[in-house]
């Protein structure tokens, strides 16, 4: 079955530090979501793509995130000056439809802000 | 907006009996999916069972069914036979249809952690 695959599976940085997690979504998908979960806690939706635009974001997606598909096979979340409570795993997941049956998620990345 | 509300932050059950965990939800849509997740301490997210609001059967992947209760909007998991294996965070999720138009991707609950007794 195809995958969605996630680069790192860790990821330390400082605190004030920009970071990109990086995700390669199914080839034939088309939406393109990021979710994260703080450790003990569920996992939120942070922000969906299609057609090279954002189509929804949450509350969490400040100014300090941003999405790119910037060669048509990667996915990327950027945080641009970290803070320790961006320590969580950030899931990427894609699908061939809006709605509907399944997502498919990738294995995770988890960030250490320190 | 649609909310999933999970009300049983932890369940334990004796390895090969039957545990059900619950989940309810709020909707006003026609139109839409209902998932378990299950999340083992690798934190990977894999998918249990899907049901889809059109159906009124419930569905079934081998131990593991749910209880679909449409107008109650309540989705519970049940598994069968318990295994260690199934000791893992359980998550509900709801996921509008291709056709609706609510909110896009996926709404988790918060949660059920389940405990396997030996």
């Known amino acids: 079955e195809p995958e969605v695959t996630q680069t790192p599976s860790h990821q330390v940085t400082q605190m004030g530090q920009e970071v990109i997690l990086r995700c390669v979504p199914i080839?034939?998908?088309?939406?393109f979501y990021w979710y994260r979960q703080i450790l003990g806690q569920k996992v939120e939706f942070l922000v969906s793509f299609y057609n090279n635009e954002i189509s929804e974001k949450s509350e969490i997606f400040d100014d300090q995130f941003s999405v790119e598909r910037p060669d048509g096979s990667n996915f990327t979340l950027k945080i641009r000056s970290t803070k320790l409570e961006d320590s969580a795993m950030y899931f990427c997941?894609?699908?061939?439809?809006?709605?509907?049956?399944?997502?498919?998620f990738g294995s995770g990345t988890q960030l250490s802000v320190l | 907006a649609q909310t999933v509300t999970q009300s049983q932050p932890e369940m334990s059950v004796q390895e090969a009996e039957t545990v059900t965990l619950s989940c309810t939800y709020d909707t006003s849509e026609s139109d839409y999916y209902l998932f378990w997740y299950k999340q083992p301490p690798s934190r990977q997210m894999i998918l249990v069972i899907r049901?889809?609001?059109?159906?009124?059967q419930n569905a079934t992947e081998n131990r593991f069914s749910v209880n679909f209760q449409k107008a109650a909007k309540s989705f519970s998991l049940k598994i069968s036979d318990s295994q260690l294996g199934d000791a893992a965070m359980y998550f509900c999720?709801?996921?509008?249809?291709?056709?609706?138009?609510?909110?896009?991707?996926?709404?988790f609950g918060k949660g059920t952690h389940l405990i396997i007794q030996p």
């Open positions: 997941a894609s699908s061939p439809t809006r709605g509907g049956e399944k997502l498919f």
């Open positions: 999720a709801y996921r509008s249809g291709d056709s609706g138009g609510g909110a896009d991707g996926l709404t």
């Open positions: 049901q889809e609001a059109y159906k009124q």
């Open positions: 080839s034939n998908h088309l939406y």
